[in-house]
């Protein structure tokens, strides 16, 4: 009598095919065949925007035609990216800034509770400030859904941007909405979408995994791709193939950079870097929930969590 228990073998195709005929008989079951997506090439290093620069670029996020000329094409935003969070101090107060030095800040946001929710920062507060007046005003308000669930699958809504338009004598607003889309199939899946009036107007992506600002040193690069025309998630193109960019992160320079090449990014600049501010604030707090998770499980004799190794 044999021993042991019986071994199955997979039944073979009849054409003599090395496959198992589970996958190559059924055309319901077989695995769909691989599609490469090409990505975006590596950043390359610019020079950091002078303040005759950012002169330029301010009165395109004006919304007025600088020096009484036409736009000027391939011309580059450059600035690095800070963060002045106290971060030792609950709840959270994102303090950021993209400018050519920490001290001299283009963009700024400073977070402060909302009126929806008291024991979360979910305000944003986003200036802009003249390179050579040196004054600022605020150009943007993004606000955080309160009580939010960074877990979420589908299509999640984040929070609110309001940009400011100022007239000679008036003020206008103009309101944007950003979401999420996870765990999803369409070309939307793992983007950040920034809609207005039922119109996408960017989306942003992760080239590699970003770990959240809390990450020393950091790394990932975000992009924000320009929107084919749709107003479903699948009448989207996938922006990760999408060429030219309306502006990208890189975390993995040795002091994160801020790139926009795009002149349509220019003269949007306000609400990409509202809708930005935001995304980095909420990718960071979940990342901060995921360190949280994986210490418990830690200390109940788990596997060490990633940073530890």
């Known amino acids: 009598m044999p021993l042991g228990r019986p071994i199955l073998v997979s039944p073979r195709s009849s054409t003599g095919d090395p496959r198992t005929a589970i996958f190559h008989s059924n055309p319901t079951t077989r695995p769909l065949p691989y599609k490469h997506i ?8 610019h020079n950091i925007s002078s303040d005759s ?9 004006n919304g007025s035609n600088p020096f009484e000329r036409s736009i000027v094409l391939g011309a580059t935003l450059a600035l690095h990216i800070f963060r002045g969070t106290d ?15 920490s001290g001299a800040p283009y963009y700024s946001a400073r977070a402060t509770p909302s009126t929806l929710c008291g024991y979360e920062c979910n305000s944003l507060i986003v200036a802009r400030r003249h390179p050579l007046s040196l004054v600022s005003r605020n150009v943007c308000e993004a606000e955080i859904r309160p009580r939010l669930n960074l877990f979420a699958t589908g299509i999640v809504e984040i929070g609110r ?19 999420w889309t996870n765990g999803t199939t369409g070309p939307l899946d793992g983007c950040w979408s920034l809609w207005q009036a039922g119109r996408a107007v960017a989306h942003f ?13 950091g790394q990932g690069i975000i992009r924000a791709s320009s929107s084919s025309r749709g107003t479903e998630p699948q009448d989207f193109k996938n922006p990760r193939t999408i060429e030219t960019d309306l502006a990208y992160v890189d975390f993995e320079t040795r002091v994160p950079t801020f790139v926009s090449s795009s002149s349509q990014g220019h003269m949007l600049m ?7 501010f935001m995304l980095l604030t909420v990718a960071t707090r979940k990342e901060a929930l995921v360190r949280q998770q994986e210490d418990v499980v830690w200390q109940h004799r788990g596997s060490p969590p990633p940073y530890f190794k």
């Not at 992506?205 to 040193?217: H, I, M, N, S, T």
């Not at 306000?270 to 930005?276: K, N």
């Open 270 to 276: 306000d609400v990409i870097v509202g809708a930005l």
């Open 38 to 45: 090409p990505s975006p090439a590596k950043p390359s290093i």
């Open 87 to 101: 971060t030792h101090l609950l709840p959270v107060a994102e303090r950021l800034t993209i400018g050519p030095a």
């Open 161 to 179: 941007v309001s940009r400011f338009v100022y007239g000679e004598k008036s003020l206008t607003r103009e309101d944007y909405l950003l979401t």
């Open 53 to 61: 620069d950012l002169s330029y670029f301010n009165a395109l996020a």
């Open 205 to 217: 992506y992760e080239e590699k995994a970003f770990k959240g600002l809390d990450e020393d040193p």
